[in-house]
Nanobody
């Protein structure tokens, strides 16, 4: 499965963005999906995951209550709704088909204070 993330941009603190990750291939619905992020000079870190059916989600403590991961298997797309954004959320955000090395090109999110 090939992945392409989009929806990043520049937003003020307290604002919202919705990221999308479009997947190609017929097997998208077989994979759990995740969002990860990497800030300058830091390791890539886990943000949120969702299982193949969409019934189970998990979040990093740093985003719990502010971010929501969802998916539409009919559209081969996984989303990340980000609310109440903080400057520390600034990073390149990547989607990943869990258990694979498929990461997509990433989308930049910049939150100004």
């Amino acid at each position: 499965v090939q992945l392409q993330a989009s929806g990043g941009g520049l937003v003020q603190a307290g604002g919202s963005l919705r990221l999308s990750c479009a997947a190609s291939g017929r097997t998208f619905g077989n994979y759990g999906m995740g969002w990860f992020r990497q800030a300058p000079g830091k390791e890539r870190e886990y943000v949120a995951t969702i299982n193949a059916s969409g019934a189970t989600t998990n979040y990093a403590d740093s985003v719990k209550g502010r971010f929501t991961i969802s998916r539409d298997n009919a559209k081969n797309t996984v989303y990340l709704q980000m609310n109440y954004l903080k400057p520390e959320d600034t990073a390149v955000y990547y989607c990943n088909a869990l258990g694979t090395n498929n990461w997509g090109q990433g989308t930049q999110v910049t939150v100004s204070s």
